[in-house]
């Protein structure tokens, strides 16, 4: 069974960093392109970006560039987004996703999720 | 950027009754759009891809249609856990990957 498995929850300060992980299972995880998708509280889902595990091919939405970077360990098959000075604005639910048809693709499966809050 | 209108925003309806849900994008997306469906607390799950294609394990009852600009999910005899939120997904023009803003399908 293809699955990918996040990180837990998060709790963090304004400024502070932060790395959250998606471990992929049950495929060659060098295979397909994993992306981000970010959803605020209470609202729609916003596509962050994608990477190829294979060769670290990255790619992000405009709105998301410079803002958070995408990195994947193909050794242990995890990718990662991570933040270098969080803002409250960051927090939001986190969902990693295998993207089918290369880097725009359709997504599934999803990740369970990772709940990140910043908050003074 | 490709701006996908869902409507309606909000749909009651009782079970076993029929829904049909709209995606209008804001210019043509050939067939590249898809269906997902989030219950509350869940992750989205994909139901439709490329327009029409039911994905594993979906139920006969979900079926898409329309190209171009104009998309349509159709529930045909809803359950009672097929009340949730629906996003529909483009992937014809990118980056980035855009979605619908969304549209509640609640129990009447």
Redesign the interface.
């Known amino acids: 069974e293809v699955q990918l498995v996040q990180s837990g929850a998060e709790v963090k300060k304004p400024g502070e960093s932060l790395k959250i992980s998606c471990k992929g299972s049950g495929y060659s995880f060098t295979s397909y392109w994993i ?1 981000w998708v970010r959803q605020m509280p209470g609202k ?4 962050m ?1 994608i990477i190829y595990p294979g060769d670290s091919d990255t ?5 998301f560039q410079g803002q958070v970077t995408i990195s994947a360990d193909k050794s242990i098959s995890t990718a990662y987004l991570q933040w270098s000075s969080l803002k409250a604005s960051d927090t939001a639910m986190y ?1 990693c996703v295998s993207s ?2 290369g ?11 990772t709940l990140v809050t910043v908050s003074s | 950027e490709i701006v996908l209108t869902q409507s309606p925003a909000t749909l009651s309806l009782s079970p076993g009754e029929r829904a049909t849900l709209s995606c209008r994008a804001s210019q043509s997306v050939s067939s590249y759009l898809a269906w997902y469906q989030q219950k509350p607390g869940q992750a989205p799950r994909l139901l439709i891809y490329d327009a029409s294609n039911r994905a594993t394990g979906i139920p006969a009852r979900f079926s898409g249609s329309g190209s171009g600009t104009d998309f349509t999910l159709t529930i045909s005899s809803l359950e009672p856990e097929d009340f949730a939120v629906y996003y529909c997904q483009q992937r014809s023009n990118w980056p980035p990957v855009t979605f619908g803003q969304g549209t509640r399908l609640e129990i009447k």
């Open positions: 992306g729609g889902l916003e596509w970006g790619r992000y939405s405009p709105s969902y089918s048809y880097p725009a693709g359709w997504f599934d499966p999803w990740g369970q999720g």
